[in-house]
């Protein structure tokens, strides 16, 4: 006999709970209320990833890696997806819309965030403070960190001390030790990467084999996607999810309190589904058009908006690479794609650099020949065609590394999610206009630490270093977009997910972020979807429900 | 199929062969098939590419190919880039060609355990790092 969450006895008609959307923050909401008991409803637009569309072993996985695949929406245009309008943005959203989420295409690099970025308020005098510390989520890091398998060594000494990822981290490689060896050298911090990629047999994740294919999902079964670190055991717990279901409108009742979900399913009808408490774990992008989706005569503005703060502080984590060339054979073809080892030597702000804030860096392979042959990330001014072809492609196929960037952005008002005014998805709904431009902090960070990223190299032996041009498909990480805070003139959800203006109504993404860290961010959404559901678990009594 | 007729067919070999020149013991593209069944390989699995194939013969059915290339580049990058991407692909499908590259796509290797972190010396690399003592800034606010 299931509990209801406030009302015993209210019956099937509607849920304890409803989630929207089935990433990394739905599957862990999900998972831990069904665990209490609770009637879980959730709404995925998307489907689930059919790995046998997966390529990774196919011969010509290097020039066909599947439309499946396409970290752009605007590229993949599957039935799941809605159309982005991005031309008025420096970076183009890239997202999944399926089973999984963003977890399915991620690089599975996993990283906490520092105890810095919860203050750089209080720190550097810019953007707020989070309305916690590092260590009210660290018990939950360490929580997400088992569920999800995720490989790495304890002790980094970036962060304080405490438990570490349950599987050991995977291999240095050849060029993580001459690399690591080089930042012994000048004095720089480096460690072992930490991957959602199961190194061992773990639940159901099998062990890597080093294919580097994690960007274009993971056919061997090792990277932990939500698909498979969750939802499998969420249904068997009694969650119900619901696939195809694109939300168009969460419905507000007179009482001021979200009542149901209506939804479009593949053949174009609409239903509703009702429930005691809504939960949008929709993303960055997802999450703000669905309330601005929602507006009513009482919330003209868009549901949750009296703050006018939803869609707006859109931060996308400009994106950098530098690649190296060394004489010797580092065998890096492939491997995990994930990244061999991280350094954190420039995260901190130093004043001196004319910036705030700063970097991750993640140090990867960097493919095979036809990847040698493209302009990225070797960088356009640097031709591989024509009588030095095969010179050329030999001297970087194996003998080549590169450092991925990570640069934390700086909340602004003008970078924002909008409803587009013409453009519509495949059901009629209203698609999102993002307004992005890289900010000026951003820019002098990212040069200040390609710079860095070349020194880095050189120390290790590279001959040659390139920086990679820029390009637009980077926008994997979509956060800001209604602010966590705990005043509600300026946020729009207080310190547990839950809307100031409308009680019962929650956002467990990356929407909820007051600033970006520069880190990657699946582990905080993650531990922050666990610490709100258990929150919101522990507050069901006082929970305000519709009548 | 592409529906190339044979003159394309041979704008795009003699293009093909600009980019991947023959050199020691590496044929040129139109030796290893470039311009046939791996033009038509890359072609089914990226349809994507047709369009700006198209593009690249157009331009190059009035110049002679170097001057043509050399026109793509500087004025159509993008068409360019998908020229490449093609001729890339095709090449690299051949089993020959990578049989003499040495490589043979993306393999399984699974993880040796024994490559773990704490062996080959990669504790000793491990040490002066955590030597060096922390580099996380505490929050002001308490805690940590």
Redo the contacts between chains.
């Keep these: 006999m299931r509990k209801s969450l406030i009302h015993p006895g209210t019956g099937r008609d509607r849920a304890d709970v409803c989630i929207i959307g089935a990433g990394p923050a739905g599957a862990v909401a999900a998972t831990r209320l069904a665990e209490e008991g609770l009637d879980v409803v959730v709404l995925e637009q998307g489907d689930w990833p059919d790995y046998r569309k997966a390529r990774?072993?196919?011969?010509?996985?290097?020039?066909?890696s599947g439309a499946d695949w396409a970290w752009n929406p605007n590229t993949r245009r599957s039935p799941s997806d809605y159309p982005i309008n991005g031309r008025d943005a420096d970076i183009d959203v890239v997202l999944y819309n399926g089973v999984g989420g963003g977890t399915v295409i991620f690089a599975a690099q996993w990283h906490r965030n520092?105890?810095?970025d919860?203050?750089v308020r209080?720190?550097d005098g810019i953007a707020d403070?989070w309305p916690l510390?590092?260590?009210?989520l660290k018990p939950y890091y360490e929580r997400v960190e088992r569920a999800f398998g995720i490989s790495g060594?304890a002790?980094d000494?970036?962060?304080?001390a405490g438990e570490g990822p349950p599987l050991?981290?995977?291999?240095?490689g050849d060029i993580g030790?001459r690399v690591?060896?080089a930042?012994?050298a000048l004095?720089w911090?480096?460690?072992?990467g930490s991957n959602a990629i199961a190194?061992?047999p773990y639940g159901s994740l099998k062990?890597?084999?080093?294919?580097?294919?994690c960007l274009w999902g993971c056919a061997?079964g090792a990277k932990a996607s939500a698909d498979r670190t969750h939802w499998p055991h969420a249904m068997e717990l009694g969650v119900q999810l619901l696939t195809g279901a694109r939300v168009r409108q969460i419905t507000v009742n007179e009482a001021g309190l979200a009542d149901g979900a209506v939804w479009i399913d593949r053949e174009g009808k609409e239903h509703v589904t009702r429930a005691s408490v809504i939960i949008l774990a929709a993303n960055g992008i997802g999450t703000p058009r669905l309330l601005l989706l929602s507006a009513t005569r009482g919330h003209r503005n868009g549901l949750a908006n009296s703050s006018g703060l939803v869609g707006k502080r859109l931060m996308l984590h400009p994106f950098g690479v530098v690649t190296g060339l060394f004489q010797d054979d580092m065998h890096s073809?492939?491997g995990p794609w994930g990244q061999h080892l991280h350094c954190?030597?420039f995260?901190?702000t130093d004043a001196r650099r004319g910036f705030v804030r700063g970097a991750k860096w993640g140090l990867q392979p960097t493919g095979?020949?036809?990847n040698a042959?493209?302009?990225w990330p070797w960088g356009?001014v640097d031709?591989v065609?024509?009588?030095n072809?095969?010179?050329n492609v030999r001297a970087r196929?194996g003998r080549s590394a590169m450092w991925g960037i990570v640069a934390e952005d700086l909340p602004e008002e003008s970078n924002r999610v909008e409803l587009d005014a013409e453009l519509t998805d495949g059901d009629g709904i209203p698609a999102p206009r993002i307004r992005y431009r890289v900010g000026e902090n951003s820019t002098k960070l990212m040069d200040f630490h390609i710079e860095r990223a070349r020194e880095s190299l050189e120390a290790a032996g590279a001959y040659r270093t390139m920086v990679a041009p820029s390009i637009r498909e980077t926008g994997w990480h979509q956060l800001g977009t209604a602010k966590m805070g705990t005043d509600p003139a300026t946020s729009v959800v207080d310190p547990w997910g839950r809307t100031h203006d409308v009680p019962n109504l929650y956002v467990f993404d990356g929407s909820i972020w007051p600033t970006s860290s520069g880190m990657n961010p699946t582990a905080t959404i993650a531990a922050m979807a666990l610490r709100c559901t258990e929150h919101l678990i522990e507050q069901r009594h006082q929970q305000q429900v519709p009548a | 199929m592409t529906a190339l007729d044979t003159a394309a067919r041979a704008r795009f070999a003699a293009l093909a062969d600009l980019l991947i020149p023959a050199d020691g013991d590496m044929p040129a593209a139109s030796a290893a098939g470039v311009a046939d069944a791996g033009m038509e390989a890359v072609l089914t699995a990226r349809p994507d590419l047709l369009e700006p194939l198209h593009v690249a013969l157009s331009t190059a059915a009035y110049d002679e190919p170097t001057q043509a290339l050399a026109i793509l580049r500087d004025k159509h990058p993008a068409v360019y880039s998908a020229l490449g991407e093609l001729v890339a692909g095709a090449y690299y499908l051949h089993p020959d060609i990578q049989r003499r590259m040495g490589y043979r796509g993306r393999q399984a290797i699974a993880i040796d355990v024994t490559d773990s972190v704490l062996a080959k010396g990669d504790a000793e690399l491990l040490a002066p790092v955590v030597q060096r003592g922390r580099i996380w800034r505490a929050d002001p606010r308490g805690q940590t």
Excluded: I, K, M
């Design positions: 990774g072993a196919h011969a010509d996985f290097e020039v066909n520092a105890p810095s919860f203050c209080t720190l403070d510390s590092y260590d009210d060594l002790g000494p970036a962060f304080p050991p981290p995977v291999p240095l030790r690591a060896a930042h012994n004095g911090h480096w460690w072992p190194t061992r062990p890597c084999v080093q294919r580097g294919t061997d073809t492939q954190l030597q995260y901190e095979g020949p036809v042959t493209r302009g356009a031709p065609w024509g009588p072809f095969h010179r196929l």
